[in-house]
């Protein structure tokens, strides 16, 4: 690994070093004094040796405003593309390529919706909101010597955020990370397509829980003859992102303070979706990652209490289908058609002209099917994040001083759901589902409603004194990882379509293990690779005979191996493709239609996995213990040893006959991409990779794949590791997949991926004398007089 990283990170800093005369004018202004409007007071940025700024202001409006400044210094570029993204004005700067993710904002209207909430938000949130973009408003204006290349190669200009852009984009999040709308969607293609007892026998949330819907015949015999069409033009999969999270008591460390630890997993992205900040005023401090485009911080410490999350996959989105006038701007509600709002919406794409798009908006929501692959109807999409409700959660942690205040802040939050775990000083750690959650009149969220039966879905939200949490449990830990969560028999309905949990029984299994946690032995478990289900299916596979050269060779590997899905393990290979290509052959024979989107066909390049492919492998797992094979599938022994086989003979055609050169890692490397990477001669510039790492979707340091292709792009990765113990905030410990900067030139573009790719963390300081020992530039800002 390390010879990969030395390389390709060597070939970066020559050319860097060879154009130093050009980097110092397209860098931005981190040294000296700069006068600014919008300040209240004088305010001191300084950054340490990776480019973290640590803010000193004397006011709660200059910290966010130096926030802002500081994330648009940095990640100008991505900015920019994230606002035309939410806003779907894309393909005005990069053509046709946009135009669809462009359609897709305008059909769902994050923007629309973000204008529509902006009167529901708290005077205080929205202070911190404007005060953050007056800040990035001050860093486009004053903080950047030059436009950055990127503008540079697109020949255009960077543009101010405002606040609805800050609200659409985690609507956006909402939506490309929601657990369960795509859900809907592939029950009803296998319903449709290959029955009941196709569905019940695949889906991956358990026959228990599904009461299957009747559907009008004419709603089958369309779909059924829009299918081959469709499979023809089914592009790239990929998969939904997971996360890690736990806190340990006091009483399980070795130092008697708790432990918190935080890994969001996200898609392999240069910049990181993340932005480390530190920040103190007279009233408050916080320290973490926020997230890009918005002044929360997701994972941090306030020098009180400390927090991190996961993607908590409540339901809060469900669709329904809909009869459309025929006027072309009505819908079916019972007997009547009720006119639709409607939204014309002009899309320009650069060197294209303009082009038009009609939006019909029913009171469930918005119609977005036109923009989806494999949806031959009209399909309205109804989201509690669409709603014009209040926000707050994460934008007020920097005060948190009580898990009584976190629940309180969580109160509103109508976005993504999330798992927040906690811990302060007073050594109380918690757990909160934080979310708001639908109370549904007549469903359960599983499959699209018929609108015209069900024009009012839902009654009301959950009231958030009844999510779930946990305070101080008696096992002295808290963990998540997307998993079901255990919750009373009164609880609320949630929703079924969380992750496996193969990597909450492998933190959980280790946590319980010892007393004396550290915070290097909690960075440890952020890179463990155990496969807990090969550990459930080793005898059941080692059980088959070896009768060809070719099953010897696999069944030896498997059982020479420690079962760790280690980068340099060619074992560890035939497993990963052996179970992959099992669990499509289970979904071929159930669903012969429909296997596709079994195993994770996504709907829009956008979202262009579902968590069904995701959670393939524990289905298997299930099947191969608890029930026969399919009809026509022969007995499971057969269909193991075929695999097997076909497994070895796709390793020996790709990699060759040497074992070393299926070591995992290398037939299936990490490649760090940026959007403009896509540009075939500017790759060398804005990607990274290929480097080989290890892991799968189901293990605590993932490296998933899509269940599609194995061998294919690794789809997710941890995108920041975070640890912090509450008390000693100067030993916290970060890493990013990249760095703090978005300019490919800059050394802080990638100058954490070494340490992140070896396993490493760097320190994130918080103490002025800490700060001083690591400060590299030192900015200050005045008041323009």
Same mark, same amino acid.
């Given at each position: 690994m390390m010879t990969a990283v030395s390389g390709v990170a060597s070939g970066h800093i020559l050319a860097r070093l060879l154009l130093r005369p050009i980097l110092s004018l397209l860098s931005p202004i981190t040294r000296g004094q700069l006068e600014l409007p919008g300040l209240e007071r004088r305010v001191?940025?300084?950054?340490?040796?990776?480019?973290?700024?640590?803010?000193?202001?004397?006011?709660?409006?200059?910290? =966010?405003?130096?926030?802002?400044?500081?994330?648009?210094?940095?990640?100008?570029?991505?900015l920019e593309f994230l606002r035309r993204l939410v806003r779907g004005e894309l393909a005005a700067l990069v053509g046709p390529a946009g135009l669809?993710?462009?359609?897709?904002?305008?059909?769902?209207?994050?923007?629309?919706?973000?204008?529509?909430?902006?009167?529901?938000?708290? +005077?205080?949130v929205r202070d911190q909101v404007e005060a953050f973009l007056a800040g990035m408003r001050a860093g486009l204006e004053y903080g950047l010597r030059v436009r950055p290349i990127e503008f540079l190669f697109l020949r255009a200009d960077p543009r101010p955020w405002d606040a609805a852009d800050v609200l659409a984009l985690v609507k956006f999040l909402s939506f490309v990370l929601a657990s369960n709308w795509t859900s809907e969607?592939?029950? @009803?293609?296998?319903?449709?397509?290959?029955?009941?007892?196709?569905?019940?026998?695949?889906?991956?949330?358990?026959?228990?829980?599904?009461?299957?819907?009747?559907?009008?015949t004419e709603l089958r015999s369309e779909w059924v003859e829009h299918v081959s069409a469709e499979l023809n033009r089914l592009r790239s999969f990929g998969s939904t992102a997971a996360s890690n999270n736990w806190v340990v008591a006091g009483s399980r460390t070795q130092s008697g303070?708790?432990?918190?630890?935080?890994?969001?997993?996200?898609?392999?992205?240069?910049?990181?979706? =993340?932005?480390?900040?530190?920040?103190?005023?007279?009233?408050?401090?916080?320290?973490?990652?926020?997230?890009?485009?918005?002044?929360?911080?997701?994972? +941090?410490?306030?020098?009180?209490?400390?927090?991190?999350?996961?993607? +908590?996959?409540?339901?809060?989105?469900?669709?329904?289908?809909?009869?459309?006038?025929?006027?072309?701007?009505?819908?079916?509600?019972?007997?009547?058609?009720?006119?639709?709002?409607?939204?014309?919406?002009?899309?320009?794409?650069?060197?294209?002209?303009?082009?038009?798009?009609?939006?019909?908006?029913?009171?469930?929501?918005?119609?977005?099917?036109?923009?989806?692959?494999?949806?031959?109807?009209?399909?309205?999409?109804?989201?509690?994040?669409?709603?014009?409700?209040?926000?707050?959660? @994460?934008?007020?942690?920097?005060?948190?001083?009580?898990?009584?205040?976190?629940?309180?802040?969580?109160?509103?939050?109508?976005? @993504?759901? @999330?798992?927040?775990?906690?811990?302060?000083?007073?050594?109380?750690?918690?757990?909160?589902?934080?979310?708001?959650?639908?109370?549904?009149?007549?469903?359960?969220?599983?499959f699209p409603?018929?609108?015209?039966?069900?024009?009012?879905?839902?009654?009301?939200y959950v009231s958030p004194d009844r999510m779930p949490c946990r305070v101080d449990p008696p096992e002295g830990f808290l963990a998540t990882a997307n998993n079901r969560p255990t919750l009373p028999d009164n609880a609320p309905w949630l929703g079924v379509d969380y992750l496996d949990s193969y990597r909450i029984a492998r933190v959980t299994e280790v946590l319980g293990s010892r007393t004396d946690w550290r915070i290097e032995d909690m960075l440890v478990l952020q890179l463990d690779t155990a496969s807990l289900s090969w550990r459930e299916l080793r005898d059941i596979v080692l059980a088959v005979e070896?009768?060809?050269?070719?099953?010897?060779?696999?069944?030896?590997?498997l059982r020479e191996w420690n079962g760790t899905v280690d980068a340099a393990d060619p074992a560890a290979t035939v497993f990963e493709i052996f179970v992959h290509r099992l669990a499509q052959e289970l979904a071929r024979a159930y669903a012969p239609r429909s296997w596709r989107w079994v195993i994770g066909a996504g709907f829009h390049d956008l979202v262009d996995?579902?968590?069904?492919?995701?959670?393939?492998?524990?289905?298997?797992?299930?099947?191969?213990?608890?029930?026969?094979?399919?009809?026509?599938?022969?007995? =499971?022994?057969?269909?193991?040893?075929?695999?097997?086989?076909?497994?070895?003979?796709e390793l020996e055609r790709v990699a060759g006959d040497e074992v070393a050169d299926w070591a995992w890692g290398k037939v299936r490397p990490l490649h760090l991409r940026h959007p403009l990477g896509a540009v075939g001669g500017l790759r060398w510039l804005f990607d990274r990779g290929p480097f080989p790492i290890g892991g799968d979707e189901n293990?605590?340091?993932? +490296?998933?794949?899509?269940?599609?292709?194995?061998?294919?792009?690794?789809?997710?990765?941890?995108?920041?590791?975070?640890?912090?113990?509450?008390?000693?905030?100067?030993?916290?410990?970060?890493?990013?997949?990249?760095?703090?900067?978005?300019?490919?030139?800059?050394?802080?573009?990638?100058?954490?991926?070494?340490?992140?790719?070896?396993?490493?963390?760097?320190?994130?300081?918080?103490?002025?004398?800490?700060?001083?020992?690591?400060?590299?530039?030192?900015?200050?800002?005045?008041?323009?007089?």
């Open positions: 001191s940025i300084v950054r340490d040796r990776w480019g973290i700024p640590h803010v000193r202001a004397a006011t709660s409006h200059d910290a =966010w405003f130096a926030l802002g400044f500081c994330q648009v210094q940095d990640r100008t570029f991505q669809p993710f462009d359609r897709l904002a305008r059909r769902v209207g994050f923007r629309r919706a973000s204008l529509r909430q902006l009167p529901t938000i708290a +005077g205080d969607l592939v029950r @009803l293609r296998v319903l449709l397509e290959d029955g009941a007892e196709s569905l019940r026998a695949l889906d991956p949330a358990g026959a228990d829980v599904i009461d299957l819907p009747a559907f009008p303070r708790p432990l918190l630890a935080n890994d969001p997993h996200w898609s392999p992205l240069l910049p990181s979706f =993340w932005y480390l900040a530190h920040l103190s005023t007279p009233e408050w401090s916080i320290a973490g990652a926020t997230l890009i485009g918005t002044p929360a911080f997701l994972a +941090g410490h306030n020098g009180y209490a400390a927090w991190g999350v996961t993607a +908590g996959l409540s339901d809060n989105t469900d669709l329904a289908i809909e009869m459309v006038g025929p006027d072309g701007r009505s819908v079916r509600e019972k007997d009547d058609f009720v006119p639709c709002r409607v939204h014309q919406e002009s899309i320009a794409v650069r060197g294209h002209g303009t082009v038009n798009d009609l939006v019909l908006e029913t009171r469930r929501g918005p119609i977005v099917s036109p923009v989806l692959r494999g949806v031959p109807w009209a399909v309205s999409l109804r989201a509690v994040w669409l709603d014009p409700l209040p926000v707050r959660g @994460l934008l007020s942690m920097h005060r948190a001083r009580s898990f009584d205040d976190c629940r309180a802040f969580f109160a509103d939050w109508p976005h @993504l759901p @999330l798992n927040v775990v906690y811990a302060d000083c007073s050594n109380q750690i918690g757990w909160l589902l934080a979310g708001t959650v639908p109370q549904r009149r007549c469903s359960t969220g599983l409603l018929l609108g015209w039966e069900n024009p009012d879905p839902w009654i009301g070896p009768t060809t050269s070719r099953l010897q060779r696999a069944l030896q590997l996995g579902t968590s069904w492919g995701v959670r393939r492998i524990a289905h298997l797992v299930r099947a191969l213990h608890d029930s026969s094979p399919p009809p026509r599938c022969g007995s =499971w022994p057969a269909m193991i040893t075929e695999v097997l086989e076909q497994v070895i003979e293990t605590v340091n993932p +490296g998933g794949v899509s269940a599609h292709d194995p061998l294919g792009p690794v789809q997710f990765i941890a995108s920041l590791r975070f640890v912090v113990e509450v008390g000693s905030w100067d030993r916290a410990r970060v890493s990013l997949p990249g760095g703090q900067s978005g300019h490919p030139f800059s050394f802080h573009y990638d100058d954490l991926l070494a340490y992140w790719l070896r396993g490493e963390t760097i320190p994130f300081v918080w103490s002025e004398d800490a700060i001083a020992r690591v400060a590299r530039d030192h900015l200050v800002l005045v008041p323009a007089r």
